[in-house]
């Protein structure tokens, strides 16, 4: 930060890129304008590229979002956390639902973003010395990928692509003035910038931001005139950055701890979820484009990867909507525990998706609403620094200042994820295996 100009009371951004497994923080400076601060590597996030329609789909959210020091939660199960807002005005107008979608430490995703504890660590700091300096909430952008003419060609016949061409409007809005886009949603659509009261663009913005639509067109159309096949990305479960791939993973304990082994120092991942589909890789699907204007019926697949195969075959989704609904590629079944009646190898349960064994079960303008969610008052509080769980009592938790979300316990299990409404108790719905209450 100080290299750069910075102080650790800057007002912050984060911007998440799925496909490409990494987080970005950014700072702003005086002049109001963001700059990049750090990249870190994402450990796991799961589901395939798309939107999270509703619960128990697995998929991380994408989309606009703003983080109140209300969302922040130093005493998650998963070291530390904050909640991503989801779901959103945007996510509600399409009947989304799900909770409790975290950015948190670990390396165990249904749902959410696992950054590994010093990943979130790190996040965490920077956000709450944000709020600090007085910062009332920070936006969230989450991406598919980096919205770059080669993803845009490569990814151009996927049915999510309306949906993720709406993304990009808020994306080239920053890109631009490297300010946060101000998110409102009109006729169930994001709108950016738009005047005060209505779903009109900001004209003064309107140029400069067509002239940047223009040559991603134009890199778009020589990309395709130069033979860049259209796919789709199929996950067997999500993703993660390479360089954890790039490392050599070693057991702790059976499935519930592993470590980047590298030349500085062994690192602690905790959970690693479903580490046989991290194994298989995503799969690039050849697809052609869409039916006849208006058919509505997004692509066809016209062929499987030739080498090795997602977990499931993929089925193709149908729909008349104008944006259809993400391709369910495979039956996604919440982890399971550790089981000890599995005395495999740990090398031949990682790889059993390889190597065939071990698979997992299977209209008018509308009003203007915020896409996030009002920003904390000035008077909210700020969030605490970490304590430790097991300084709270099981069944009498010490009261937290207004504005926080209350700590409970219970006499089986502490709670996994807290979001603004509260700590959920772990015997009030029941904790799935992985540590999540419903995602």
Not at 207 to 227: C, W
Request: net charge positive.
């Amino acid at each position: 930060m100080s290299e750069k100009g910075m102080t650790k009371s800057d007002p912050i951004l984060v911007r998440v890129f799925k496909k490409e497994s990494e987080l970005e923080v950014w700072k702003r400076s005086v002049d109001g304008h963001y700059a990049h601060l750090k990249t870190y590597p994402i450990c796991r996030w799961s589901g395939q590229l798309g939107p999270k329609r509703r619960e128990g789909d697995r998929q991380a959210p994408e989309g606009f979002y703003t983080i109140t020091p209300a969302q922040m939660n130093p005493n998650s199960s998963y070291y530390l956390s904050f909640d991503t807002g989801y779901p959103n005005a945007y996510d509600r107008a399409h009947g989304g639902t799900g909770s409790y979608l975290m950015v948190h430490g670990s390396c165990s995703s249904r749902g959410c973003y696992a950054m590994t504890d010093e990943g979130i660590a790190e996040v965490y700091a920077l956000a709450r010395e944000a709020f600090a300096g007085g910062q009332k909430g920070f936006q969230f952008q989450a991406y598919p990928f980096r919205m770059t003419a080669e993803n845009l060609a490569k990814f151009r016949h996927d049915p999510n692509m309306p949906y993720w061409r709406n993304l990009k409007e808020g994306n080239d809005v920053f890109e631009i003035t490297k300010r946060e886009a101000k998110v409102a949603v009109c006729n169930g659509r994001y709108a950016f910038n738009t005047v005060a009261n209505s779903c009109t663009p900001d004209p003064t913005l309107a140029p400069a931001l067509a002239q940047k639509e223009e040559r991603d067109r134009q890199e778009v159309a020589e990309l395709i005139a130069k033979g860049t096949p259209a796919v789709r990305l199929v996950y067997a479960d999500g993703g993660q950055h390479e360089s954890f791939r790039q490392t050599a993973f070693a057991a702790f304990g059976g499935d519930s701890g592993f470590a980047i082994l590298d030349s500085r120092k062994p690192r602690n991942l905790g959970d690693v979820s479903r580490p046989e589909a991290l194994a298989q890789g995503p799969q690039e699907i050849p697809v052609e484009g869409p039916a006849a204007a208006g058919s509505g019926r997004g692509t066809t697949l016209l062929a499987a990867a030739s080498t090795r195969k997602p977990a499931a075959a993929a089925r193709v989704a149908s729909s008349r909507t104008a944006e259809p609904a993400p391709i369910v590629v495979a039956k996604a079944e919440p982890e399971t525990a550790n089981s000890a009646a599995d005395s495999r190898p740990f090398y031949e349960r990682m790889l059993g998706g390889v190597f065939g064994r071990n698979a997992e079960p299977a209209k008018p303008a509308e009003p203007v609403a915020a896409a996030s969610g009002a920003p904390a008052s000035a008077a909210s509080p700020l969030p605490p620094r970490r304590k430790s769980v097991s300084a709270v009592p099981a069944k009498t938790a010490p009261a937290a200042p207004a504005g926080f979300a209350k700590p409970q316990a219970s006499a089986a299990r502490p709670e996994k994820h807290a979001s603004a409404a509260g700590f959920v108790q772990a015997g009030s719905v029941g904790p799935t295996p992985n540590g999540f209450v419903r995602n």
